[in-house]
């Protein structure tokens, strides 16, 4: 039972919330890219957060048993048996029900999660697929992708305000790190009044934008571990933001790191958006981060 892959379109993968704990191998953590739209996807189902299908726009499937599903996150044209549907919400699916991504109108990932999760490995604690690694694969034409039938259930739905606006201008919050004063003023107020844009070199692994260059005073440093988030300038001086599949160590100079939610946020841009970065102090920061990792209102209308 499960999901008959009928087109595999860009780029789909099983993923979670992470591979944690594995940076002293140099395995990197993964997980998906849009950890709001993946949590809301869990909620909707009223589920633990156990994995889901991260997609982008043409994956088709045919359901071969019946379950309750949700789908949140880039609006890729989702028809079911031909007949447009919407986002953020759950709804029960019948066998033999055929899904189709068609084409990206909004964002760039969607999240298909089925109550329960998907019946596939675990590697090192994790679901979540990483190709380069040696971890889970892209879905292909004639892949199954396995989980166990549920029966109906109350649909839920996300209430309007709660729901990204993926084509809103971004502003990326940025803390500055250590390594600030690897930059000098100039430098620094280059950075924050600079509009970048993301270029077509964007992947799991991060985001090169293209702008104004800045330059450190200091050029490359020792190796050392990177989060999530941080904006390594390399030697063209121009900024990459570093996501969910970065390496576990690098060695350029990183002028800070962007918020996690605003990771988020950028994961869902389109190659040619345009971006810019406003400072925030650490405890503003944090203050944020508590906010946004609290207790999200279950608001559903």
Known sequence: MGFEIL?????????????YGMGDRGITVSGVMDEYAYEWGQRLLGTPSFNTLELMAGLRLRALADTMIAVTGA????????????NWQSRFIREGDILHFAKRVSGQRAYLSVKG??????YHGS???TIREGFGKKLQRGDILP???????HSRRLKEEFIPDYDRPLTIRVMLGYQEEF?????????FDTEYEITHQNDRMGYRLSGEPIFPIKGDIISEAIAFGSIQIPAGGQPI???KERQTIGGYPKIGTVLPMDCFALSQAPIGSKVRFEAVEQEEAFRLARE???ELPFILA
């Open 7 to 19: 087109d595999g379109g860009l780029f789909a993968t099983v993923q979670d919330s992470g591979r």
């Open 75 to 86: 609006d890729l044209g989702l028809r079911i048996n031909g007949l447009p549907e919407s």
């Open 117 to 122: 999760g998907f019946d596939t490995p675990m």
């Open 127 to 129: 679901y979540a697929t």
């Open 147 to 153: 989980f166990h039938p549920s029966p109906r259930e």
């Open 183 to 191: 930059f000098d003023r100039e430098a620094k107020e280059k950075f």
């Open 241 to 243: 933001i570093l996501l």
């Open 292 to 294: 946004y990792y609290g």
